[in-house]
């Protein structure tokens, strides 16, 4: 729906923003020029800088705002322009010297020491970093959603609920349209405090229909389907968890989304070596890969979910960005701070049109793995994104 283009936008918007100003902050105190920080995608819409006021006082003059209206081109040597861009999604920042200009001028990026060069590229992914760190402490002070075992300090802020977090293709449960997320609230109109009394009672159904109410956000869904065998089990095609809300005193807060960030690094980083090792040997991946749309998707379904699983969501996202950014893969941070290493080892930098080149190609081949991700994501969730668009055009 329109919220869900709102939300994703907005989300976006603030992991990309965030990312740029640990740049735009680490170019400043290195005495670095930054020429433009904008907020979305240009042509840019406006802009402002703060500059002297000649005119009035003289050199010593006070400071006032300059307002730049359209996307005409910037002068140089002026102080950093704080734009706003037609394209309202993510933002930019353009540090003087980045791709190797001016590298005998001191505020240039590229007349800088490596180590200072690597700390200003390293400091957008140290940004997303802080931000799911920020965002989880958050979290665990107001709410945040759990399963398992929780320890005494935990405030339960919402009953135990049996969860859907995983489906099977082909399955009665997908195939009837219910969704990730999605609460059982009652099977035949009984209700169930846990997995295992759940379970046992559909064993005895096989083969027959159950009619389960599901609690999706703020509405109800009812649905019929039919129980049968799957790989030994008796079920619908789902993985069920107990869930429920905690939340903790605001220091415990403090120190658990400290812990939590840190585990959610490991278990990332786990999971890449896995798809990895998994590619080199020439094993199946077993692992979906999502793209721009699917997470649009998916914040839709968190933010429906309610604003302690759209926190949680956003900090993961925020994570998976720094440490993608931190790949050595040229077109990324990471990529980047890899010639620079190079540059320190060898004692003098890779040519830059080689370097630029690099970068280019890697750009290409990330723009069309987008591509490719996101014609599977369209196959994959074509049903809501129609549904999207109908509910805009008021069909």
Known sequence: MLITIIVFIVMLSI???VHELGHFYAARKFGIRVDEFG????????GARLEKDFSENGPAGKKRWRWIWGNKKLEENKPTVYSLNWLPIGGFVKIKGENGEA????DSFSFQSVPKRILVLASGVLMNFLLCMALLMIGYGIGIPTSGPTDAAAIAVTPVKIQVVGLIDKMPAKEAGVRLGDVITKADGRNFKNIKDLQSYLAGKKDSEVSFDFSRGRETVSKKIKIQGYQGNIGIGVALSETQIIRYPWYLAIWYGF??????LAFIFAALFTVLKNLIFGVPVGMEVTGPVGIAVMTGEA???G????????ALISLNLAIINILPFPALDGGRILFLLIEKIRGRAIKQKWENLAHNIGFILLIGLVLVVTYKDVL???GRIAGVFKHLIGM
């Open 15 to 17: 992991l990309v923003f």
């Open 39 to 46: 907020l979305g995608i240009p042509p840019r819409a406006v």
């Open 103 to 106: 590298p005998a001028e001191p």
């Open 259 to 264: 812990k939590m960030t840190f585990l959610w």
């Open 303 to 305: 933010a429906r979910m």
């Open 307 to 314: 604003i302690s699983y759209l926190l949680q969501f956003v």
């Open 380 to 382: 994959r969730y074509g």
